[in-house]
């Protein structure tokens, strides 16, 4: 009997990945291993309507228990893959036993990027990543009244939006000169700045931290310029990492994320990797990019999974993302760095709009703001975009 296929990682590429394998007709062994506690489950609602007590958490889960032995998948959680011997085609597990595989699939995701900062294992303070993490802070959300939170990216935003409309105090540090800068234009950082400004949130912009205090339990924030910030829950939302020690270890490819090609190979034999750990080409954008997105980990999964079955479908998205703050969806269709102009549609006083970015007169992303169809028109549009060659770097978006 040959190897099994197997997958580790069980979240939304992991899954995607093995959902795919069958249904393109793969009946051969097929394990997913992941470490955490948990049936495969999505995460933008941890920052949004879980976090908020309006989802229950059965609906985070993206398939029932049932459909793991219906499909015949040997879901491992909880268990961790600690090596991978490419050569042998070979994994150790946690506990030193060992697993043959067929073909691999790495998909391990990010983690919350801790900064190394004075008070930031004192008590109160949180990442917010996992199931596990929002359980932590559930309750100390409820009774904190000051909430500080560093970064003003996605879940820093959303989390801000949530805190907010429990009635608390809360204040936002950003070290950049606007929110979300690494993903929207000026005009959209101001829209949702403004938003959070009418709902009470302090965002304090070109600010940096200098340490977290308190005796035990944290107590309040310290800001660049001396002052300090009360708090009793501070939330760190200063970006995510890609998980690559596996694979570097493993002696794959892997610089800022492991690197792929448009299959979604990498660079050891029958190993692919998908999802947020991977850095990959984009003829699109004409640059090596890396995405953090539920979009993204969906579609890359589904190419490994067919390269894995000997297809050669390349992989070249027109990447999406939403976030929910208060009332406004916003939802970003393409990738706008690097581009020389934007056009307005609509009325952002109505806070209904859309912006559309052009780089040399070719468009090349749209945000929409409560505009769902404008969003829908701009990635059937983007899609028939022509290619955008560049010599930039590689780059992060999203997330
Ligand atoms: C709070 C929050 C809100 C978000 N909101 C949005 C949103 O609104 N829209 C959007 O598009 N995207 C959003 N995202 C991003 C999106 O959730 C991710 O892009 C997506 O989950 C990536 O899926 P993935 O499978 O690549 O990685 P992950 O979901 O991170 O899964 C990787 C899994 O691998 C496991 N793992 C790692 N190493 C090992 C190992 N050695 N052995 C076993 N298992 C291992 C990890 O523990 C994890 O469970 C959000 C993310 C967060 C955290």
Redesign the pocket.
């Given at each position: 009997m040959s190897a099994p296929i197997l997958i580790?990682?069980?979240?939304?590429?992991?899954l995607k990945a093995a959902e795919t394998l069958r249904q393109k007709g793969y009946d051969g062994g097929l394990v997913m291993?992941?470490?955490?506690p948990y049936l495969p489950y999505?995460?933008?609602p941890?920052?949004k309507a879980y976090l908020k007590g309006e989802m229950d958490e059965e609906r985070l889960f993206l398939r029932p228990r049932a459909y793991f032995e219906t499909a015949s998948i040997d879901l491992r959680p909880a268990?961790?893959?600690a090596a991978i011997d490419p050569d042998n085609h070979r994994v150790t597990l946690g506990d030193g036993s060992g697993l043959s595989y067929s073909s691999l699939l790495i998909?391990?995701?990010?983690r919350a990027r801790k900064i190394p900062l004075e008070g930031a294992d004192l008590d109160g303070v949180f990442s917010?990543?996992t199931m596990q993490d929002v359980a932590a802070i559930r309750g100390p959300l409820q009774d904190a009244q000051n909430i500080v939170i560093l970064g003003a990216g996605?879940?820093g935003m959303?989390f801000a939006a949530v805190a907010a409309k429990l009635g608390k105090t809360v204040s936002v540090v950003e070290a950049r000169p606007r929110a979300m800068e690494r993903s929207v234009a000026p005009m959209i950082s101001e829209h949702f700045h403004q938003l959070h400004r009418e709902n009470g949130v302090a965002l304090l912009l070109e600010t940096g931290v200098k340490r977290i205090v308190g005796d035990g339990r944290v107590s309040a924030v310290e800001l660049s310029d001396g002052t300090q910030r009360p708090a009793d829950l501070v939330l760190m939302a200063v970006g995510a990492e890609p998980?690559t020690e596996?694979a570097q270890e493993a002696g794959l490819t892997v610089s800022g994320g492991i690197q792929v090609d448009a299959f979604a190979r990498t660079s050891a034999p029958d190993v692919y990797a998908?999802?947020?750990?991977t850095l990959f080409p984009s003829a699109r954008y004409g640059r090596i990019i890396r995405l953090?997105?539920?979009?993204?980990?969906i579609d890359q999964a589904k190419i490994a999974a067919g390269s894995m079955l000997g297809e050669t479908v390349p992989y070249d998205p027109v990447p999406w993302?939403?976030?929910d703050q208060y009332d406004a969806k916003l939802q970003i269709a393409g990738l706008s760095e690097g581009y020389d102009r934007t056009e307005l549609d609509g009325d952002p006083a109505s806070g209904s709009f859309s912006l559309r970015y052009f780089r040399d007169d070719c468009l090349i992303a749209v945000d929409a703001v409560n505009a769902p169809r404008a969003h829908m028109l701009a990635r059937r549009e983007l899609q028939g975009a022509p290619a955008q060659p560049s010599s930039r770097p590689a780059a992060t978006a999203?997330?």
């Open positions: 580790i990682g069980t979240g939304q590429a992991g291993i992941g470490d955490e999505q995460r933008p941890l920052s268990e961790k893959v998909a391990t995701g990010t917010l990543r996605y879940i959303e998980v596996l998908a999802g947020d750990c953090e997105s539920v979009q993204n980990a993302f939403w976030s999203t997330g």
